[in-house]
């Protein structure tokens, strides 16, 4: 059995990104490390080996280190952007004239208006998709149920939260179209309503008061209120990216808040002329408690730091990067040194991460004492 010493200096370098790439990379991918054996074996043209492990090496390695364990985090650090997270657009749903707007920045709730057309306001409720139709008894879906849960929490009752619009839900929308402002018709009209998981935040004015407008004319973007930062990674770190997976944001002041991934968009920017597109991951991790939205209520806008951990290994047996060697049998292995003697051991390796690889085989146990190159 021969081997060959795998540096992490033999690994592929990953190319330079701009801006928001991963900065502190923390981790060697395991595909890396196989590539780079690949290439050992080609450069060096191993071979002869009895693939039965155990195999006496030549002398013994210049430096030692012992097997440790510890638990290894797979995790990187990013470039983000602290602000209120992925913009919206409310757009106009019918021809008309823009007569009101907000100002930039107010902060709206539920049954509210957002904006008004033709005199018409336009209210905000609260719904996890953007209404599509116009409502009216006999009709049935989700949005119905979401439009019933906004009238109930508004104060208004005589009919049954569901997802059926009733003769009983009519008269509660007639009613509830009195107190804003519209012609009492018991249907909610495509355009007079705006959904959205919450309260919103607006951020910006696509339409000034006066404007003409048609259907699909952005009025205006809005975001939720809660603070929440925004990443862009590569589309290689898209194993960082997992909903629900929890990350620590480190604000300019250095103090560091909890966070959650909440939402993962895949983007495909166009690519100039004879180049291939370029695919980027777009991340919203949301701020989770009271104790991180007040720490980050001190910063309009800031650029923040996230650690993203994609895996996490406790108390497994690990050695240097520099530890492993490419057997010409194929797979790992590490010099085992004892008694004034060293052998190649066979080992299965798991996650890398900060320089160590997890290791594990016949004869490997913590404070066992393996070769490391110079």
Known sequence: MTAEPLTEERAPEKRRRPRRRPRRRTVLALGAVVAAGAAAVATFGFGGGDGKGGARAAGLPPNTTKVTKQTLKDSETADGSLGYGQAAA?????????????D???????????????????????GAKPAYRTLSAGMEGKDVLWLERNLRA????GF????????????????????????????????SVVF????????????????????GRKILTYTG??????VELESDDLRLAREGAAVDVELPDGSVARGVVDEVTTVIEPAAQGQDPKTKVEVTVALKGDKAQKAAARYVLAAVDVTFTAGTRKDVLTVPVAALVALSEGGFGVEVVSGGTSSYVPVKVGLFAGGKVEVSGAGIAEGTVVGVPK
């Open 90 to 102: 409310a757009s106009a749903r019918a021809a008309g004239t823009v007569t009101a707007l907000p």
């Open 160 to 191: 049954t939260v569901d997802d059926e619009y009733t003769s009983d839900t009519a008269d509660a929308v007639a009613e509830w179209q009195d107190d804003v402002g519209l012609a009492e018709t018991g249907n909610v009209e495509l355009g």
């Open 196 to 215: 959205a998981p919450g309260a919103v935040r607006v951020d910006g004015l696509q339409a000034g008061v006066g404007d003409a407008v048609t259907p």
């Open 225 to 230: 209120t809660d603070k929440a930062v925004t």
């Open 154 to 157: 508004l104060g208004y009752d």
């Open 104 to 126: 930039t920045g107010d902060r709206i709730t539920r049954g509210k208006e957002l904006y008004e057309v033709d005199s018409r306001p336009v209210v905000l409720m609260y």
